[in-house]
C-alpha cells in the first residue's frame, strides 16, 4: 500500500535515509535530523514531500501482521520554462532490501506518476548513479530515458559560500 506520509512516519523515513545513504556508499553525508525532516515535510511552509511503502507485516514470510514501512519516495515539484508546467523531481527512492521484488518501488513510482498526470504536470525526473545497475534496469524496463547529454552540477561548502558573498547583501530575490 502506498500512503501520503504523515508526521508519525518521520522516525522511519529517517531510519530509511540512513539506510539508502548506507547503501550509496555515503553515510557521512547523510546529516538530515528528524527535526528537519519535519520541517521540510509538515512545517508550514512544506519544501517537499513524502509517500510511504507500507507492507501488511508478512515482508520476508513472516505471517500478515501491523502494516510496516518498507519504503519512501521523497519527491517537490520542480517547473519547465519549456512545458509552461510543474514537473516531479524525485529526490529519493528506496525500497528495504527485504521487500525488493514485492512491487513497492513499481508502486511508489506509478503513484508519483499519477501525481504527474492528475495535475497537469509533463516530466517526471530523477537521478540515479551511474554505478547502481539494478536500478537504471528498473527504470528502463518501465520506459524511463536516461538523460545522457546533461551532466548534473552542484555548489555546497565553500564554493556555494563564495558565490553568495558576491550578491548584494539587500537584494531579496524571493
Not at 513524502?50 to 517537490?76: C, K, M, N, Q, R
Not at 517526471?124 to 552540477?153: C, H, Q, R
Amino acid at each position: 500500500m502506498i500512503r501520503a506520509a504523515t508526521p508519525a512516519d518521520v522516525p522511519a523515513l529517517h531510519a530509511m535515509i540512513r539506510e539508502l545513504a548506507a547503501y550509496e556508499r555515503s553515510v557521512e553525508d547523510a546529516r538530515a535530523t528528524e527535526e528537519q525532516l519535519h520541517e521540510a515535510f509538515f512545517g508550514e511552509h512544506p519544501a517537499a514531500f513524502a509517500l510511504i511503502a507500507e507492507s501488511d507485516g508478512s515482508v520476508g514470510g513472516d505471517a500478515p501482521g501491523a502494516a510496516e514501512p518498507v519504503g519512501f519516495a521523497i519527491w517537490f515539484r520542480n517547473f519547465s520554462t519549456w512545458t509552461g508546467t510543474h514537473g516531479v523531481w524525485l529526490e529519493d527512492l528506496y525500497v528495504r532490501p527485504e521487500a525488493r521484488g514485492g512491487g513497492y518501488g513499481k508502486a511508489l513510482l506509478a503513484t508519483l506518476a499519477r501525481i504527474c498526470t492528475d495535475r497537469g504536470y509533463r516530466r517526471f525526473e530523477w537521478s540515479v548513479l551511474d554505478w547502481n545497475t539494478p536500478s537504471i534496469g528498473f527504470y528502463k524496463s518501465l520506459g524511463a530515458e536516461p538523460m545522457d547529454e546533461w551532466t548534473t552540477y552542484r555548489l555546497s561548502g565553500e564554493p556555494l559560500r563564495t558565490l553568495a558573498a558576491l550578491a548584494q547583501s539587500d537584494e531579496n530575490p524571493n
